[in-house]
């Protein structure tokens, strides 16, 4: 059992989730209520993700995020390192990689939230901010829950794009998916029986927990 | 503090309305649906701004599109009750009205739930309440927010007839705590005749009649623009005594008058709703009748409409009752302004539903 690599992705995915948290709820309540010209095209960028191939996507992240990109440029001159092949630069990966299942469950759940009762949340003097936090939130949570359990289960399980992004450095940027990968190319089949069994449980319990949670909070909503 | 409306507005819908409301006054705005009625009070709570537009407050300055003021919502003193109230599911009865009030106050929130006639029901969720429960807390949530004008879109058009008509009760009664401008959007003539102090009529954006509610019900063609053949005319009166017979007499300006059986204490004020076209006109008071209900009263004007028919007002004592007979009738029996006629009321057509209380009885019953 490699626990380096398990607390890696562990702590990978949680940083995702911390980081999409506040980007989910911003991104998916604006494009749930604003209306603006491009928006189909922001939609189609956001979804971008799901359907290309792990490895075009982390491809991209390469050029992009490289020592000879500006921004793995600018990453450098700032931090005297590289961005790629590091967790940094996993976790900038794994945020935009995870965007579609962040902000598309939030954008429903906002979505969900009526008309009127916004508009009535604003007729009884709330502002924009109170009248998210005492209001659409509350009524959107489990959208944004959804999103939250999506996007700590599908960073658990990445592979393509952390191979592209990170290789294999453990503690840095080897996860668990990765050295299950290692394991079974060592032909060490029961590390990888093991590594295997262990990452479906957290994520059976993680989504059991999940919905749970979410039917209770809506019976609390009667 | 009046507050004054003026919209114009070519998309989406035509408009152009221009109206002023007094404080303490009811004026209700009646059209049918895509009239632009409930754009007007959009417009007012500034969920919508028309492309020329100017919303005051006394002397505060809501939206002036000339000016490119235009406050957000939350930033006007509007209290606003929505057509399907718009709850807000996860609170309570009590956590909805105080998410209106200016700083959280349970007692405040208790205070103005037992206003509407809530008492006990303060920790229920909106699911767990009645239509007619619901829009009480809307109200009182409504209120909440001290409002500076007071906004009903369509209250009345989500509950049952028997729930209305005990909710007008309330809204009649509750008038004598609302000292703010109120403007009620409705389809319903006859709630707005019920209700109002004053109305105007609109139609595909443009005022068709304001007025008074008694000078707009006895306008023919503001009624034919709402397709409203049935005219009224509301006579108040009070309940004097439930009779064995199981009729209930009142007292009204111009006499007693019988009704079968009436849900209220001796004592309680009513308006009798008196149809027009129900009302049979006498010079001489007249004797062997099976009729009960016959009121005296002098006559005030005359108006012919379109068609065989005119219309008869009949001042009783300070009170207009209508009367619809026909051209021919009036002319046979000569009938002038400053005569004195009996109008003989049959006393079935002043049904139970036709009577809605001015005072309520405040039992904290469930509607």
Not at chain 2, 100 to 115: C, G, N, Q, S, V
Not at chain 2, 243 to 268: C, I, K, N, Y
Request: charged share 15%; glycine share 8%; net charge positive.
């Amino acid at each position: 059992m490699d626990w380096t690599a398990l607390y890696l992705s562990l702590r990978l995915a949680g940083w995702t989730v911390v980081i999409l948290l506040p980007l989910s709820i911003l991104a998916g309540r604006l494009l749930a209520y604003r209306r603006f010209r491009a928006k189909g095209l922001v939609e189609a960028i956001v979804m971008l993700p799901l359907v290309l191939p792990p490895t075009v996507f982390g491809f991209y992240m390469l050029v992009a995020f490289g020592r000879n990109s500006p921004v793995g440029e600018l990453w450098f001159q700032l931090f005297g390192h590289q961005l790629v092949f590091t967790f940094e630069g996993l976790l900038l990966a794994s945020v935009i990689v995870n965007l579609p299942f962040a902000i598309q469950p939030a954008q429903r759940g906002f979505e969900a939230v009526p008309v009127e009762v916004r508009e009535a949340a604003s007729c009884c003097g709330l502002s924009p901010w109170r009248s998210l936090w005492k209001v659409e939130l509350p009524l959107a949570w489990p959208g944004v829950l959804t999103a939250m359990v999506l996007v700590f289960a599908h960073t658990l399980g990445e592979f393509g794009v952390i191979l592209m992004m990170g290789g294999s450095i453990p503690g840095e940027t080897k996860t668990i998916a990765i050295a299950i990968y290692d394991r079974v190319q060592g032909f060490d089949m029961q590390g990888a029986a093991i590594m295997s069994a262990t990452l479906v449980a957290i994520s059976l319990v993680t989504i059991t927990l999940t919905y749970m949670l979410s039917a209770r909070i809506g019976r609390r909503l009667g | 503090m009046a507050l004054e409306v003026m919209a114009q507005a070519i998309a989406p819908i035509p408009l152009d309305v221009a109206f002023r409301v007094e404080p303490g006054e009811l004026l209700a705005l009646v059209g049918h649906s895509g009239s632009g009625k409930t754009t007007l009070l959009r417009t007012i709570a500034g969920l919508w701004r028309p492309a020329t537009a100017r919303v005051r407050v006394g002397g505060t300055v809501w939206l002036d599109t000339r000016t490119g003021v235009n406050l957000a919502p939350h930033r006007r003193r509007v209290g606003v009750v929505f057509q399907n109230y718009a709850l807000f599911p996860h609170m309570t009865a009590a956590q909805n009205v105080m998410a209106a009030l200016d700083a959280p106050d349970l007692a405040e929130a208790t205070r103005l739930l037992d206003l509407v006639n809530l008492h006990g029901l303060a920790d229920r969720k909106p699911a767990q309440l009645s239509g007619g429960q619901q829009q009480r807390v809307a109200v009182a949530r409504a209120l909440a927010r001290k409002p500076a004008a007071l906004l009903l879109d369509e209250p009345f058009s989500a509950v049952d007839r028997a729930t209305r008509d005990k909710l007008y009760a309330e809204i009649i009664a509750l008038r004598a705590h609302l000292a703010m401008p109120v403007v009620l959007v409705t389809h319903d003539m006859n709630e707005a005749q019920l209700l109002a102090d004053r109305m105007v009529v609109i139609e595909k954006g443009q005022v068709v009649r304001a007025g008074t509610t008694a000078q707009v019900m006895a306008d023919a063609g503001a009624l034919r623009a709402m397709g409203i053949r049935e005219v009224a005319a509301l006579l108040p009166a009070m309940v004097v005594e439930h009779l064995p017979d199981g009729l209930t007499r009142l007292e009204a300006a111009g006499g007693p008058l019988f009704l079968p059986s009436v849900e209220a204490a001796p004592g309680t004020r009513v308006r009798v709703r008196i149809m027009a076209h129900e009302v049979i006109l006498s010079r001489a008071r007249p004797e062997g009748l099976s009729a009960q209900n016959i009121i005296a009263g002098r006559i005030a004007r005359i108006v012919a409409g379109h068609g065989p028919a005119v219309m008869v007002h009949i001042d009783v004592g300070g009170q207009e009752i209508l009367a619809r007979i026909t051209r021919r009738a009036a002319d046979q029996m000569a009938l002038q302004p400053g005569e004195t006629v009996h109008a003989i009321l049959k006393a079935m057509s002043v049904a139970r539903d036709h009577i809605a209380a001015t005072a309520p009885d405040l039992t904290p019953t469930a509607a």
